[in-house]
């Protein structure tokens, strides 16, 4: 089972910054098959990324993913009020069981 | 526009069962892979169980096999989750969650329910 590790746990940042968040992965991701979703409080997880970089339907472009073999990371280039939740990074690349990271909390500074 | 809308959940007695529910509309939901995945409180994302458009393809997650059973309705456009055998560590938020193919098993989750509360406690 690959075992995925967000980084960090927390990030302080504030609007207008450029948020960096980090997924590492314990084998290879195949096919870069990575998806990243954002979570609000008492809401459901909304997929923001898939493929390690293809942006979901809806999803601004200000989110950007990279990333390949075990190391991910999503951007979001100028944070927007709305932007502060809860993310995931979760991998598909093999059969289940599907993991996901144990998530990043970004707050605002 | 997608809907999946969960139901089923409640406060149960540990060794107690459940059938969770997700009514799924809005799309062709025969075409889909469907997904069951929890949130303990205050906690991250944990995936459950998948079953394949057609049902030839069903998994579980090592903490709930033996124990929970998925399973769908195609001409209902429904998908269930019967939870047998509870434990405390079982108390979650369980959502459905819609199912892209990126290839043969190799699953995301496009849309998600708003989830029913599952609470296991004597």
């Known amino acids: 089972e690959i075992v995925l590790t967000q980084s960090p746990g927390t990030l302080s940042l504030s609007p207008g910054e450029r948020a960096t968040l980090s997924c590492r992965a314990s084998q290879s991701v195949s096919s870069s098959y990575l998806a990243w979703y954002q979570q609000k409080p008492g809401q459901a997880p909304r997929l923001l990324i898939y493929g390690a970089s293809s942006r979901a339907t809806g999803v601004p472009d200000r989110f950007s993913g990279s990333g390949s073999g075990t190391d991910f990371t999503l951007t979001i280039s100028r944070l927007e009020p709305e932007d502060f939740a809860v993310y995931y990074c979760?991998?598909?690349?093999?059969?289940?069981?599907?993991?996901f990271g144990q998530g990043t909390k970004l707050e605002i500074k | 526009e997608v809907q999946l809308v969960e139901s089923g959940g409640g406060l149960v007695k540990p060794g107690g069962s459940l059938r969770l529910s997700c009514a799924a509309s809005?799309?062709?939901?025969?075409?889909?892979?469907m997904n069951w995945v929890r949130q303990a409180p205050g906690k991250g994302l944990e995936w459950v169980s998948s079953v394949s458009s057609s049902s030839s393809y069903i998994y579980y997650a090592d903490s709930v096999r033996g124990r929970f059973t998925i399973s769908r309705d195609n001409a209902k456009n429904s998908l269930y989750l019967q939870v047998n055998s509870l434990r405390t560590e079982d108390t979650a938020v369980y959502y459905c969650a819609r199912g892209v193919v990126a290839a043969h098993l190799r699953y995301y989750f496009d849309y998600w329910g708003q989830g029913t509360l599952v609470t296991v406690s004597s």
């Open positions: 809005g799309f062709t939901f025969s075409s889909y892979s």
């Open positions: 979760q991998q598909y690349g093999s059969s289940p069981p599907y993991s």
